[in-house]
């Protein structure tokens, strides 16, 4: 593998950012640039058009994931890894959600970073070692259960998510109220929630990035 491949960096604590990018020029990788805030990473990502981009998920102005889902509506090629300390299901579901090439810990060593980078240019998905089998599991299982949902169900998910009321959701749709209701049970038993007050609502917006990227 070649290791002149173009990697963009981007991560707001700079001490970790510095630490990645030297590790990454010492084994013969050529970073081309390096963001310490989302728009940035955004803006290196499209001007530069790297081959990778390693992205934190917690950082300022956008998140890793909104870089990742912006770049690609505007045709970036580039491929996405993730560099995080969140290794809980709720992040993985994400990951998976929107289709991220790689997805590694800051715990990971350099190998396993460099196992990543020559995984996702051999166009396979590529998890961290270090994240357990569970988070993993719980991750595929959501977003089988998001596929179960109709087009109805699918498009009031997102307006749910959008915290939009269900009055407002039946004059968006034409429907009656006793019809988004209708919905609302249905998409509660195909997700397999526990009924009660505001459950739906209170998992929309705890999964929200999940459900607007379907």
Not at 52 to 57: M, T, V
Not at 102 to 112: A, M, P, Q, V
Not at 140 to 153: A, I
């Amino acid at each position: 593998m070649d290791k002149k491949i173009t990697i963009v960096t981007a991560d707001d604590h700079p001490m970790l950012l510095k630490g990645l990018t030297e590790e990454l020029t010492t084994n013969g990788y050529n970073v081309i640039g390096q963001a310490t805030n989302g728009i940035q990473a955004l803006e290196l990502v499209l001007k530069l058009q790297p081959a990778i981009a390693l992205l934190d998920i917690d950082m300022p102005v956008l998140t890793g994931f909104e870089v990742i889902k912006m770049a690609r509506e505007k045709g970036a090629k580039t491929k996405f890894i993730i560099l995080s300390f969140h290794k809980e299901s709720y992040y993985i579901v994400q990951a998976k959600a929107f289709q991220i090439d790689g997805y590694l810990l800051k715990e990971d060593t350099f190998f396993e970073i460099e196992h990543c980078i020559n995984e996702v240019l051999n166009g396979n998905i590529y998890f961290s070692k270090s994240i357990d089998d569970q988070p993993l599991q719980n991750a595929s299982e959501e977003l089988k259960r998001l596929n179960l949902l109709t087009l109805s169900e699918t498009k009031i998910l997102k307006l749910i998510a959008q915290e939009i009321s269900n009055q407002e959701i039946a004059d968006t749709l034409s429907v009656s109220i006793r019809t988004i209701e209708k919905h609302r049970s249905n998409i509660i038993e195909k997700l397999g929630l526990k009924k009660g007050n505001n459950v739906l609502t209170n998992w929309a917006l705890l999964n929200r990035n999940v459900i607007l990227s379907q």
